[in-house]
């Protein structure tokens, strides 16, 4: 007797690449014009237990701070280890409006030893064209300590001369930002790829028509619909939120 074996082949099922997940056009691309500004200024801590400056630096500052008020003296005359000349910086981030508030770094730039229990005085925060866009004052709130003992030794954890001010900083002034003109906006990878650059085009103009072209592995290039042209933000919240599969390059990784 004989016996029929059948066969039966099916094509295989390829599951996602674990290596390559969707993933949304927000986390892969910036609008072009929306983004933060650096804020930089010069201010003075006081409050300090003898571990201010040594300098004349501060001293001078005092002074200028005085005389702000009526009050004349001599940079010389003032003898202080309680104050210390710092820079203070701030990130403005975009759409800021007056009144808000942002976070602010202070550390220290002459000899100061520690700003433990320092209060920074109201400080400019400018921008890279020399306008104030932000003050901060407030007291500090540092990542370590120092202490000491009756017997003349002490210690110290991390590092006592790099502060925070937690909304520290109060918005002036905000920066228009300026990302549809012309009824036109470019997305700006963060990390540029001509293949994925080709995915996003092609998912927008599924989704919208022929609204977006690749200009580069960088940029994709963003016409809005008529129908959405005169509210750009509802036309952005519906691009970033579509997903592809970006492209990325292969490596290779050997288990220790």
């Known amino acids: 007797a004989g016996f029929l074996l059948l066969f039966s082949f099916t094509a295989p099922v390829l599951a996602a690449d674990p290596l390559?997940?969707?993933?949304?056009?927000?986390?892969?691309?910036?609008?072009?014009?929306?983004?933060?500004?650096?804020?930089?200024?010069?201010?003075?801590?006081?409050?300090?237990?003898g571990t201010g400056d040594r300098g004349g630096t501060a001293m001078q500052m005092m002074s200028n701070m005085t005389k702000q008020f009526g009050i004349l003296m001599d940079p010389?005359?003032?003898?202080?280890?309680?104050?210390?000349?710092?820079?203070?910086?701030?990130?403005?981030?975009?759409?800021?409006?007056?009144?808000?508030?942002?976070?602010?770094?202070?550390?220290?730039l002459g000899d100061a030893k520690s700003l433990q229990g320092g209060v920074l005085l109201q400080t400019a925060l400018k921008g890279a064209n020399g306008q104030t866009y932000a003050v901060a004052q407030g007291p500090l709130t540092l990542?370590?300590?120092?202490?000491?003992?009756?017997?003349?030794?002490?210690?110290?954890?991390?590092?006592?001369?790099?502060?925070?001010?937690?909304?520290?900083?109060?918005?002036?002034?905000g920066v228009p930002m300026n990302f549809s003109q012309g009824g036109q906006m470019n997305l700006l990878l963060r990390r540029p790829d001509f293949t994925t650059a080709q995915r996003i085009a092609s998912a927008?103009?599924?989704?919208?028509?022929?609204?977006?072209?690749?200009?580069?592995?960088?940029r994709v290039e963003v016409t809005l619909p008529e129908s959405l042209r005169n509210s750009p933000s509802s036309f952005i919240a519906s691009m970033e939120g579509l997903t592809i599969r970006p492209d990325t390059v292969a490596r290779v990784v050997i288990n220790e």
């Open 20 to 49: 390559q997940p969707m993933v949304r056009i927000k986390d892969l691309a910036t609008i072009e014009g929306v983004r933060s500004n650096q804020l930089v200024g010069m201010g003075l801590v006081v409050g300090l237990q």
């Open 76 to 108: 010389r005359q003032i003898r202080s280890r309680n104050i210390a000349v710092v820079s203070v910086t701030a990130t403005l981030p975009p759409f800021a409006l007056p009144g808000q508030n942002a976070d602010v770094l202070v550390s220290t």
């Open 143 to 173: 990542g370590g300590f120092d202490g000491g003992s009756a017997g003349g030794s002490s210690v110290r954890r991390n590092i006592t001369t790099v502060a925070r001010i937690p909304d520290g900083g109060i918005v002036e002034q």
């Open 204 to 218: 927008l103009n599924a989704k919208f028509g022929n609204v977006a072209s690749p200009v580069d592995g960088g």
